[in-house]
């Protein structure tokens, strides 16, 4: 099938075939895989409900996996759930989360919102963030970091402002990553007349320590020099993999285009920023349009479009990332991408969309084989808000 065709379920769409990294990529005779086209649902459970587990709207959902749990990160509730029966075995409110577990102390009238996590298969750690809000303008970032694998069990932390140029900047819509070298926290900033970006890099090694610091974290306030100017925040990329010496920073500009930046030396003090470049090969995007649903009254689903909303994932020598965009139906359809991660070329991309359905907030991930999962939101005019999932090779 070629991009833009009409399809009845949801696919993947490549523009061209792949042949990138095939030889690297291809599983060994003593590693079977099983086919694609055999994927069926597995474990299946209820999640958080509102006006049950939280009163947010949005709910900003969030989650990871990790060797034995599944843990939920949403705009009021943090839960854990066993990975092999779907049991929630663990749940506070987000608040309580980072109170009374990470040991943080949140300032009177403030709430934390905008949750974060990530496994480290690294370190076989989890990695958390929030930041808080209490109506003024400046606000702070929380940084939950597990003394084990088990998300149940002890974590340490630190809480830090967000903003320290003295402009009073709203940070919001934190975006989180880790990799060989350090942390990554991103945030969207907010003034009276002006939208800017901020990242922070930390040292892994210190937030690896019996009690975690940030005495070694670099700032990269205010849109500083080297950071992208995106739509939304900047995405860090997520990386198991040995250290590059760079962590890879992608967005969408604001004129639809991919762009990337790095953060050089993000294992001691002084990280740098490097220089911002376009990807190569990536085409236009425009922003979606509101998903629609079977509402009684017409009500569509906000759509945020065409920023990129999930982690960027790196393998190997390849950067995976995903977005809602305009589909080819004016519909909302999902365009995601393969980079060349050390010259920033696509190496493939395509639309995943059916002109009866919108598909939108998704999220990517790869592995060593090739293959490729991407999960997001599926609804439509007869099609209520449900989970889907493409996957390809």
């Known amino acids: 099938q070629t991009e833009g065709e009409t399809i009845s379920t949801p696919q993947i769409l490549p523009d061209e075939p792949s042949t990138a990294k095939a030889a690297d990529q291809a599983p060994s005779a003593d590693q079977p895989q099983a086919p694609l086209d055999l994927v069926t649902i597995g474990l299946n459970f209820q999640g958080s409900e509102l006006f049950v587990d939280s009163l947010s709207i949005p709910p900003d959902t969030m989650g990871a996996v990790g060797p034995n749990h599944i843990v939920e990160m949403i705009n009021g509730r943090f839960n854990v759930y066993n990975k092999t029966t779907g049991a929630q075995i663990f749940t506070r ?8 577990v990470v040991g943080l102390s949140i300032p009177s009238g403030d709430r934390t919102f905008d949750p974060r ?8 750690r989890w990695f958390a963030t929030s930041i808080d809000f209490s109506g003024a303008a400046d606000n702070n970032i929380y940084l939950g ?15 830090f402002p967000a903003d320290t140029v003295g402009v009073a900047e709203f940070h919001d819509y934190d975006t989180l990553a880790v990799d060989a070298d350090g942390l990554y926290i991103c945030t969207n900033d907010f003034g009276v007349f002006f ?17 975690p610091t940030i005495v070694n974290m670099t700032r990269f306030e205010s849109s500083s020099p080297g950071l992208p100017s995106v739509d939304g925040s900047v995405q860090p990329a997520l990386d198991f993999g040995p250290s590059d010496g760079r962590a890879a920073l992608v967005g969408v500009s604001t004129g639809g285009t991919l762009v990337r930046g790095n953060i050089f030396g993000a294992g001691s003090a002084g990280a740098s920023l490097g220089t911002v470049v376009n990807i190569v090969g990536a085409p236009f995007t425009s922003a979606a349009p509101p998903a629609r649903q079977p509402h009684p009254s017409g009500w569509t689903i906000e ?3 065409p920023r990129i909303v999930a982690n960027v994932f790196e393998q190997g020598d390849s950067l995976w990332t995903v977005h809602a965009v305009l589909g080819s139906f004016f519909n909302s359809a999902i365009r995601w991408y393969e980079i060349d991660e050390v010259t920033n070329t696509v190496l493939q991309t395509g639309l995943i969309e059916n002109p009866n359905e919108d598909y939108h907030e998704p999220s990517i991930a790869a592995n060593a084989f090739g293959n490729v999962v991407v ?10 808000p449900s989970a889907c999932v493409s996957v390809g090779e």
């Open 117 to 124: 996590i990530v496994y480290d298969i690294a370190s076989g």
């Open 145 to 159: 970091r597990s003394d084990t694998s088990d998300p149940t069990g002890d974590w340490d932390g630190v809480r």
């Open 375 to 384: 999960g997001y939101t599926c609804s439509g005019p007869s099609l209520a």
């Open 303 to 305: 759509n945020v479009s």
């Open 93 to 100: 409110t987000l608040d309580g989360f980072l109170t009374t």
């Open 195 to 211: 939208v800017e970006d901020s990242c922070y890099s930390i040292p892994k090694a210190d937030l690896l320590l019996s009690t």
